[in-house]
């Protein structure tokens, strides 16, 4: 058992960082929902190269799977679920802070992804970024914690060189 308070510990990490990214996601969620009454503005540009795009997302990443109508958010929430419950037994079993913050961050981002699911039938997309001709797809802040989370495991993984770099708990 460590002395170093629970916070200062991985999980502790990995919990604040889930806790961050599903706060930030939903506090955005609804200011574009109730506060800018996107939905009834369609769109607003905030720079020149980023706009607020109303999209209500049935799918999932780019569109995928958008064919199994209502059966989608059930099917795509349980999904979800079941994978944090995965990624939070990571969290704790992890001995690696970087490790830890970066699967708590994707847990929050999956999570605020199906509280949208289970609210409003859909998840809410709102962030639209385009440039010189070229757009992305539109997507929302869970999606973009998700996304650099991801990317910095990877670069993790490719400093460490093939070394076990996160020696994870066993028992």
Do not use: E
């Amino acid at each position: 058992m460590s002395s170093r308070p629970f916070m200062l510990r991985p999980a502790g990490l990995g919990l604040l960082m889930l806790m961050l990214t599903l706060s930030a996601d939903q506090l955005s969620k609804y200011w574009i929902l109730y506060g800018l009454d996107l939905p009834a503005r369609s769109s607003v540009k905030v720079l020149p190269f980023l706009n607020f795009t109303m999209v209500w997302n049935h799918a999932v990443t780019f569109g995928m799977f958008g064919g199994l109508g209502g059966a989608g958010r059930i099917v795509f929430s349980a999904i979800a679920l079941a994978v944090a419950c995965c990624l939070l037994v990571w969290i704790f079993r992890t001995h690696s802070k970087l490790t830890a913050a970066c699967v708590g961050a994707i847990t929050g981002g999956a999570i605020g992804n199906v509280m949208d699911r289970v609210r409003y039938g859909a998840v809410v997309d709102f962030l639209h970024a385009h440039a010189f001709g070229w757009s992305w797809y539109v997507f929302n802040v869970a999606d973009s914690a998700i996304v650099c989370a991801v990317c910095m495991l990877l670069v993790q993984n490719f400093l460490a060189g093939g070394q076990q770099q996160d020696n994870v708990k066993t028992g």
